[in-house]
């Protein structure tokens, strides 16, 4: 993987110079455009995609739906394209980046590479477009949903330094487990009664929600935390580190791990209070 001190002489968006410039974001300039791609994408997505084609699948209930369940059940459709498009990018990356190879703690935290780089740059620019929403939708969805966006924004983009490229595209296999969880929501608001028996569908996909979230956000995030941890000391003993930027990644990324243990316990209770009382 590339050192941060790799040349970038290329620039494909010098729009963006001066703003890589002054928030010392040096390899933005060949992403940025990537960046905007994919806000335009997911907001195409959310809002000429989704509702025609959800209407003709759902066509008894969706058109029924309340206008916050109609933005949830588009935020959602857009969530679940984002998260089966970015998980199947840094899985190519994790499999077939030359860069990642033989890698020191040098390379994994300053390192940079052009794939991880794109991958990174698709994921924020759906944090992005997660702002925009939320922030347009924040009478319905609360500030908390901003400041969500917000922080995921901020942490993503601090790649861009670079810095952490490498457990970037790790951390992104986190929405291994979205698709799962958006569709249990979406079955959940086809249900004609919350008291009705779960289908066949929603057990089986009950089980690979609870799977996938353990396998990844409490093993596969777990075990990526305490790697960069490891990586950061050995930083931090090798001399002079950036430390706002070391404890804001750190932080943010074990904080988000604590979350994950407890998502996952009210998971459980949730998933067992609905198919609970299914036959057999």
Same mark, same amino acid.
């Given at each position: 993987?590339?050192?941060?001190? &790799?040349?970038?002489?290329? &620039? ?269």
């Amino acid at each position: 993987m590339a050192t941060s001190s &790799s040349p970038v002489s290329l &620039s494909r968006a010098p729009w963006s110079l001066g703003l890589s410039r002054a928030l010392h974001l040096h390899t933005l300039p060949l992403h940025a455009n990537t960046l905007l791609l994919s806000a335009l994408t997911y907001q195409t997505l959310f809002s000429l995609v989704s509702p025609p084609l959800s209407r003709r699948l759902a066509p008894k209930s969706y058109p029924t739906f309340p206008l916050k369940t109609r933005l949830n059940w588009d935020i959602r459709v857009t969530g679940l394209v984002q998260a089966v498009f970015i998980c199947t990018a840094a899985l190519r990356v994790i499999a077939s980046d030359p860069t990642r190879v033989g890698s020191t703690w040098e390379t994994r935290l300053w390192g940079y590479s052009p794939a991880a780089g794109k991958v990174q740059a698709w994921a924020a620019g759906y944090f992005l477009w997660d702002i925009l929403i939320s922030t347009r939708w924040v009478d319905m969805y609360g500030p908390t949903a901003v400041m969500h966006a917000v922080a995921a924004f901020v942490v993503t983009m601090i790649g861009f330094r670079p810095f952490g490229n490498y457990y970037g595209v790790n951390f992104v296999l986190y929405e291994l487990s979205t698709p799962f969880l958006n569709l249990h929501w979406m079955l959940n608001k086809l249900s004609p009664t919350p008291e009705e028996e779960p289908s066949d569908l929603q057990v089986y996909n009950g089980f690979a929600l609870v799977g996938t979230f353990f396998a990844c956000r409490l093993v596969w995030g777990t075990y990526q935390t305490w790697l960069l941890t490891q990586d950061m000391l050995s930083a931090w003993r090798a001399g002079p580190v950036p430390q706002l930027l070391f404890w804001t990644y750190l932080l943010t990324n074990t904080a988000l791990t604590g979350l994950n243990f407890f998502w996952f316990s009210k998971m459980v209770e949730t998933l067992r209070k609905r198919l609970g009382g299914r036959k057999g």
